[in-house]
């Protein structure tokens, strides 16, 4: 069963940083592009960040470049996204998902992971 | 940047019947578009990708249409578990984005 499994969400100052890590399992991780989407509380869904299979190929929707960093370790089949600088606009619940079309569509999510940015 | 909208933002509709729910694309995305459903409290999941291909264990009653820059998905005969929000997304260029979400309620 392919399985993506959000940790690293919590409580974070304005400004501060915070790290995400998904788990995937079930199916060749590095054969896939990988995604973060986040979804701000009653809000609707927003594409953050894809990387590619060997992490060579990374983007970022404007409003995270400079601040978030995608990143990947196929040994440890796991995802990362690093954010910096954050603003009480990124609170939101981020999903990863493999990206089955590389540079395209969706499936599956994880869970999510909650970021609050708030002092 | 590629914006998309959807219509309506709300649909309300009895179990058994049809929905026909509308995403368009402010430049061309060819078939480069996806559907997503999601419940409370839940993931996204994708229902439909390249316009009109069911995803995976996606129920046949669910259908998508379109391209360029109108596109359907219709729901042929609504069933208990099929009320939530369904989001389109394309993925012809980056960013890729999302539509606002149409959120399909009992009537």
């Not at chain 2, 933002?9 to 179990?15: G, R």
């Not at chain 2, 729901?75 to 539509?99: K, M, R």
Request: glycine letters at 12%; a neutral charge.
């Amino acid at each position: 069963e392919v399985q993506l499994v959000e940790s690293g969400g919590g409580l974070v100052q304005p400004g501060g940083s915070l790290r995400l890590s998904c788990a995937a399992s079930g199916f060749t991780f590095s054969s896939y592009w990988m995604t973060w989407v986040r979804q701000a509380p009653g809000k609707g869904l927003e594409w953050v960040a894809n990387i590619n299979q060997d992490g060579s190929g990374k983007y970022y929707v404007d409003s995270v470049k400079g601040r978030f960093t995608i990143s990947r370790d196929n040994a440890k089949n796991s995802l990362y996204l690093q954010m910096n600088s954050l603003r009480a606009e990124d609170m939101a619940v981020y999903y990863c998902a493999r990206d089955a079309g590389g540079g395209g569509w969706f499936d599956p999510w994880g869970q999510g992971t909650l970021v609050t940015v708030s002092s | 940047e590629i914006v998309m909208t959807q219509s309506p933002a709300t649909l309300s509709v009895s179990p058994g019947e049809r929905a026909t729910l509308s995403c368009r694309a402010s430049q061309s995305v060819s078939s480069y578009l996806a559907w997503y459903q999601q419940k409370p409290g839940q993931a996204p999941r994708l229902l439909i990708y390249g316009a009109s291909t069911r995803a995976t264990g996606i129920p046949a009653r669910f259908s998508g249409s379109g391209s360029g820059t109108e596109f359907t998905l219709t729901i042929s005969s609504l069933q208990s578990e099929d009320f939530a929000v369904y989001y389109c997304q394309h993925y012809n260029s980056w960013p890729l984005t999302f539509g606002p979400g149409t959120k399909v309620d009992i009537k």
